[in-house]
């Protein structure tokens, strides 16, 4: 099995962030909903605050991941297009292991 290297780690630590994040947010915009049935009036208005300060935090996260992520995102496209048929060989061969493994079934 190979070993992960430093940036597909920080990768998987930014997914898994953002991933955790975006569920937070997810499990928190139920539960305002869930308890904005029976409000009205000024409790309402409370509540659009809440969820408008919600929907700017997940905003600042994406926007934080899609910044931290832009640095693999270059060197991915600058390594394939100095090395277009590495990669198609790479994109082929990987395509013939999955096609392998899932006719196997």
Known sequence: MARKTP??????????????E??????????????SAS??????DTLRGQVAQKLQLA????????ERTKPA???TE???????WQTVAISAGFGLVVGLLLGRR
């Open 22 to 35: 975006l569920q937070a947010l997810i499990e928190e915009s139920d539960k305002l909903l869930k308890s």
């Open 7 to 20: 940036v597909q780690t920080a990768a998987d630590q930014i997914k898994d962030q953002a991933f955790s």
């Open 78 to 84: 600058s390594y394939i297009g100095g090395h277009p």
């Open 39 to 44: 409000l009205v009036g000024e409790e309402a």
């Open 73 to 75: 995102v270059e060197a």
């Open 59 to 66: 905003l600042e996260s994406v926007s934080s991941v899609r």
